[in-house]
């Protein structure tokens, strides 16, 4: 019974073997491509390169925002000036209104001077005519010897003659003082009126001149006004112009990250390609190793011994020679040192352990870190190849192996093209387990190893090392 269960590890070791043989054999079929290793570095670099890409895009659009949002507080500010600037323009309105006002009651004051002004002309003549025949009459008298009121008396010929003369002269005075009077009354009240129109006529001008002024500093104001209007102007034009300078390094990184995608794509269809030519290829290693065994089993049964012997066909070390650390680990991927991914956060979530993953490292022997007990194998992955999304087998682990080590600690070794053992096998520290590979959520060919403590992660750095 044991010496049967030998047969089939050995034959499952050969099988897997094949299938390596067989990746490995597929993939440098195009030498302008390179090989498997090379395309998975180059899906890595294209990755880390679109990463840095969505990285500069989601800090150009965070600037593209905040320049948004000054040029929304330099338009509420140019709204501010606007505003103010209305609010003066109505004060000059109603300030030209005033000056209009100002302007045609001091152009009716000077109407009004000028008019006084030929009033008083005009009165004046009439006094001067007046007096002219107050002269003539006083000639007169004084021609005829009647200057006095006696000789009025004695040119007179009745008492009755002489009362009508006396009464006549003293109408005649009377009315002369009378009309200068008058006269002068007139004059005096036009003078008057002619100093009250030219004080207003001033006092207009000087309103005037008052409101001109203030017209004047609100015509200043508005300028000011303006000249920041401008200013606003300017800066939300500057912060449009580096808004379309963002928006347009934002689209020259996204025509990039497209063309990555592409380049992306492509390199999976052809890594697809590959990987499927690979699966024809091991189905076809694994029904002739099938037809080897039946063959050897008919062999054996016809000689009657009862036994059964291993094919022969191509094959990997079964035990490989590897030196423990301090802690009693080995290192899973003999040959291979370089760590792409450390244990520790990525991603938004924590990585539960190390990725070893240099050049060349597809179809490379994981072995048992120490000695242990299988618990659990998944073997049934076919997606073989570097993909940026999890193809949803072995919980993103793919084909993977855990291993435990006296209870306490368990070792687990995911991405596997296959597992060389089954659950239940005892394995000793250095045994080949499986071949590294691709599968499950894996972005390039590389072995991730975890050491747990009791079911925790812990980082195997601490416990060995390349």
């Known amino acids: ?39 998975a570095k180059t899906i890595a670099e294209i990755q ?33 000036f606007e505003e103010q600037a209305d609010i003066i323009q109505e004060n000059i309105d109603l300030l030209n209104a005033e000056l209009e006002a100002l302007s045609n009651d001091i152009k009716t004051t000077e109407t009004n001077i000028t008019n006084l002004d030929a009033d008083i002309i005009a009165q004046q003549t009439a006094i001067d005519e007046n007096i002219e025949r107050f002269k003539e009459r006083l000639c ?62 001033l006092n207009l001008t000087m309103k005037l001149e008052e409101q001109e002024k203030r017209k004047e500093e609100k015509a200043v104001e508005i300028e000011q006004l303006n000249i920041k209007m401008q200013e606003t102007q300017y800066e939300i034009e500057r912060i449009a112009l580096e808004q379309s300078e963002l928006e347009r390094s934002k689209e020259e990184i996204q025509a990039e990250q497209d063309e990555l995608d592409d380049e992306l794509e492509k390199i999976e269809a052809e890594i697809q390609r590959q990987a499927e030519e690979a699966q024809r290829r091991w189905e076809e290693q694994q029904a002739l190793l099938w037809q080897q065994q039946q063959q050897q089993n008919n062999n054996n049964n016809n000689a009657g011994t009862g036994g059964v012997s291993v094919p022969s066909g191509p094959s990997q070390p079964t035990y490989v020679p590897v030196t423990p650390a301090e802690s009693g680990f080995a290192w899973p991927a003999p040959g291979f040192s370089y760590i792409s991914s450390p244990f520790g956060a990525r991603w938004g979530r924590n990585h539960n352990g190390i990725d070893i993953g240099d050049g060349g490292i597809m179809g490379g022997t994981a072995v048992a870190s120490q000695a242990g007990t299988v618990i659990t194998v998944v073997n049934n992955c076919t997606h073989n190849y570097a993909k940026n999304y999890s193809c949803g087998c072995g919980g993103g682990y793919g084909n993977y192996v855990v291993i435990s080590h006296d209870g306490t600690y368990s070792t687990l070794y995911g991405h596997l093209t296959a597992a060389w053992v089954s659950v239940g096998d005892t394995v000793e520290q250095g045994q080949a387990i499986g071949a590294i590979g691709c599968t499950g959520h894996s972005t390039g060919a590389h072995l991730h190893f975890e050491i747990r403590v009791n079911g925790g992660a812990q980082n195997p750095l601490n416990y060995v090392g390349p």
């Not at 009025?152 to 003082?177: C, H, K, P, T, W």
Request: contains cysteine; proline residues 1%.
């Open 140 to 201: 007169a008298m004084y021609m005829t010897g009647s200057d006095t009121t006696a000789s009025v008396v004695l040119g007179s010929s009745s008492f009755y003659d002489m009362m009508s003369r006396v009464q006549m002269i003293n109408s005649m005075a009377e009315y002369d003082d009378k009309l200068i009077n008058e006269i002068l009354t007139e004059i005096e009240n036009l003078e008057t009126s002619k100093s009250n129109l030219e004080t207003e006529k």
């Open 48 to 80: 880390e390169q679109r990463k840095i890409n969505s990285e500069k895009i989601a800090a150009l659009e965070t600037q593209i925002t905040d320049l948004e949002g000054d040029k929304d507080k330099e338009k509420q500010q140019q709204a501010y």
């Open 1 to 39: 019974m044991y010496y049967l269960k030998h047969v089939k590890k050995i034959l499952s070791f050969l099988t897997c073997s094949a299938i390596s043989l067989g990746i490995i054999a597929a993939y440098p079929k195009s030498a302008e491509d390179g090989n498997y290793a090379e395309a």
